[in-house]
């Protein structure tokens, strides 16, 4: 059997019927660029994320740059970032020319841990920017009280958590100054390309973005500062409006898929601590936990990866490869480890849990459209390869 990590062809038989029509349409009309698609995207995407703006932009990246712009971070200033994410969080800090701090991460759920974070807060932090990892959320709670203590900003890199609720129940992007999100297609909500969208509640933030996203520019061809080219194209935005309606069904499939493996899993799991403590190549697994470590309540998922932790990662991931099962390692250096960002001269010892995450992290297939006998065989191969 081959199991692929992520087959975007099974989604899109379910909805060709439907985008079809729509993106003829949009063709031939020839409104290419923002317009209509884009207003009725930033509504329906402002709503959902319980934010009073949504302003659809170029990529995932790109909202991330445009939010570190509207701050004016550039040299000098220091911005606060994990060390275990996709690059995208720690490259745009470098781009505005400010120098990114990094900080070790929470052993259950990878997110950055907020006590650590308090410890890298010099008077040169001009904003957190935490990242709500594979679909879960961070700690905002303990973030924040940080955060407002110091007056420092929260810009939340939510590429991979549309949708995902914090504790009280509200969705990510809405407590941060700005939320920044990706569209990118293997997101939960994905284009046909590049796309991103940013959330905030600051009517002042929102203007100036709109405008950022269109090279500063209001009115036409008079600019009052410098921003890019960051807009969405209307065909991303068309296709974002018609998948948009089966989001919630998409990510409920992802949690029974989780729910899936987690019970298929039951007898070789062991708690991250536990794991972290066994040196011999046995009968492991870490499961995704989806849970606040404070209080231990049930945290909110969006599986956008269900990602597992087990000993000889990469002796394990080969076997899944022979046996036709897509996997991916996400990811397998932190940006203390990168050598682009060996200048920074931080110790990689000063972050003993990220560097096990990327040793040890292995992401399983988890698309919604994955049928039971395809999990059950990734789980029975997964069993069968540990105990090698
Ligand atoms: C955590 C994180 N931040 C930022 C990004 C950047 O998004 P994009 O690929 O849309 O530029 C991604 C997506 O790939 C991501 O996973």
């Known amino acids: 059997m081959n199991v692929p990590l992520l087959d975007l062809t099974r989604q899109y038989t379910t909805i060709a019927n439907e985008i079809e029509p729509k993106v003829l349409e949009l063709i031939r009309s020839q409104k290419l660029i923002l317009g209509k698609p884009v207003e009725e995207l930033e509504q329906t995407i402002a709503e959902y994320c319980d934010s ?42 470098v781009r505005v020319g400010a120098t990114p701090v990094f900080v070790d991460v929470d052993p259950v759920t990878y997110n950055m841990d907020a006590e650590a974070m308090k410890k890298r807060i010099t008077n040169k932090t001009k904003a957190i920017m935490p990242v709500h990892l594979f679909g879960q959320a961070f700690d905002i709670d303990a973030i924040e009280a940080i955060a407002n203590k110091f007056g420092i900003p929260i810009i939340e890199d939510a590429a991979q958590a549309i949708g ?3 504790r009280d129940g509200t969705k990510v992007g809405s407590r941060g100054l700005m939320g920044t999100f990706s569209f990118y297609p293997t997101k939960n909500l994905g284009a046909f390309g590049d796309g991103g969208v940013i959330t905030t509640n600051d009517e002042k933030l929102a203007i100036h973005l709109k405008q950022m996203r269109n090279h500063g520019m209001e009115p036409k061809y008079f600019h009052s500062f410098i ?12 296709v974002l409006n018609v998948k948009f309606p089966n989001l919630e069904s998409w990510h409920q499939k992802r949690r029974e898929n989780a729910e899936l493996y987690n019970s298929l899993f039951i007898d070789a799991r062991v708690t991250s601590a536990e794991f972290s403590q066994t040196l011999s190549n046995e009968n492991l697994v870490v499961l995704p936990k989806a849970v606040n470590k404070n209080s231990g309540v049930p945290n909110h998922h969006i599986y956008n990866q ?62 919604p459209e994955l049928t039971t006998n395809e999990i059950e065989y990734v789980a029975t191969t997964l069993i069968n390869a540990i105990k090698k």
């Open 306 to 367: 269900y990602t597992i932790r087990v000993q000889n990662r990469d002796a394990v991931r080969a076997n899944l490869t022979q046996n036709g099962i897509g996997t991916e390692v996400y990811y397998p250096l932190n940006f203390h480890d990168q050598e682009c960002f060996a200048y920074l001269g931080e110790k990689s010892e000063s972050f003993p849990i990220a560097n096990e995450a990327a040793q040890t992290c292995l992401a399983l297939p988890i698309f």
């Open 227 to 238: 921003g890019g080219n960051f807009r969405l194209d209307a065909l991303q935005a068309e």
């Open 52 to 93: 009073k703006y949504a302003i659809g932009v170029s990529s995932g990246t790109d909202a991330q740059l445009m939010a570190l712009m509207a701050l004016n971070i550039g040299p000098g200033d220091e911005v606060i970032v994990p060390t275990f994410s996709f690059f995208a969080t720690a490259g745009v800090v």
């Open 164 to 166: 995902t609720q914090y």
